[in-house]
């Protein structure tokens, strides 16, 4: 029942509390947190609800996971990202550190497939995977405005079939959008030689992005340098990828618990009761 829904999770979440003070009034804590649930009030992410006090205990929402230029590492991703949609979360990737189509392999002396083959890999198997795991997996998938394979990447969901598994967003820069502005060429870059492989029209770049997004809903933007600006930690690494709808910029193997608040629940007489939300905002984050 919904009660023992929210009993079992209030429980879980509120026994964690004596890790960071060991004189907490646990049974106090369950019983703030069953009443949120309860009055809909606050409501954790779905991973809480379904794994909280079960045996898998993955409580996170979202993930982001590298792709870096190797086939070990790709297919690494690939196996991380199945085990994360079969607890019920999603994954964000940046596919931009991958090389362009019909670059070399060294190892092999055959040419490279490109950044939008290996989506494909992960759109079969995120689609696999909704089969048999708690439910259907979200990815999303950010390739940046410079990377020589970005003309695929911003029309591969065109024909409405392709990548269904996945949100797509073009990694914009500050540099771009300026080139947007005044006109003229764009460089693309192959990141494995940090070179430029050829250029085209910004204006036209962009326009291709703005009829795809309109016609399919993707791809969407993400601002890599506005994220940069407003990065809390830039110590900690460079923010290249989101969760799948696109809230949290995060880095390698960092996760989100994402919450909700159930604004209807705090209002007081026709207005906000704003310290009963702050409350409630407070509690939730705690």
Sequence with gaps: TPKELFRRVARTVASVETRFD???DVKALEEDFFALMSNTEFMPNTPTLMNAGAPLGQLSACFVLPVEDSIVDIFDSLKNMAVIHQSGGGTGFSFSHLRPKGDMVRSTKGVASGPVSFMKIFDVATGVMKQGGKRRGANMGILNCDHAD?????????DGVTLSNFNISVGATDAFMEAVARGGSWPLINPRTGKEARSVDARGLFDMIVNNAWRV???GLIFLDEIGRRNPTPHLGKLEATNPCGELPLLPYESCNLGSINLSRMIAESRVDWQKLAKTVQFGIH
Excluded: S
Excluded at 150 to 158: D, L, N, R, S, W
């Design 217 to 219: 809903g993707d791809p």
């Design 22 to 24: 060991p004189g907490a």
């Design 150 to 158: 970005i003309g695929e990447f911003v029309a591969a969901k065109g």
